[in-house]
């Protein structure tokens, strides 16, 4: 695949830091870079994603699907070929139950995720 075809994304993390940016494929699937993002993620900060189920990436104010690839993903309106595309990431942290020490992420009281609009 040539050089040109490939896609730079970066991942801006709630308080403001990035991972990338890094080339990938258009046919990478969403699930394929938070994979990326959890082996990248910074050791030193706290409450970090355990799995991919964690994560949630936002492109253009739209929360990406995993089994989406990059070039499904992508918003032709306002993206330069060859240009970088930032996506957000937004981690959702499994909350315990008081009652039964459980991690709960289905309960409708238990916020599902926070986000921080920069």
């Known amino acids: 695949m040539a050089t040109q075809d490939l ?10 830091t990035d991972i990338g ?3 990938y494929s258009p046919a990478a699937t969403v699930a394929s870079l ?11 900060k ?4 355990r799995t991919i ?8 104010g739209k929360i990406l699907e995993n ?8 918003l032709p309106v306002g993206e330069l070929p060859g240009g970088l595309i930032t996506m957000h990431v937004v981690v959702r942290i ?3 139950d008081k009652k039964s020490d459980k991690l709960q992420n289905d309960s409708p009281e238990t916020p599902r995720c926070s986000c921080t609009i920069l």
């Open 7 to 16: 896609v730079e994304v970066k991942f801006r993390l709630s308080d403001g």
């Open 21 to 23: 940016p890094h080339k």
């Open 34 to 44: 938070k994979e990326k993002i959890l082996t990248q993620w910074p050791k030193e």
């Open 46 to 49: 706290e409450n970090g994603p």
């Open 53 to 60: 189920n964690d994560l949630k990436l936002i492109n253009a």
């Open 67 to 74: 089994n989406r690839t990059l070039a499904d993903s992508r």
């Open 94 to 96: 499994p909350v315990a």
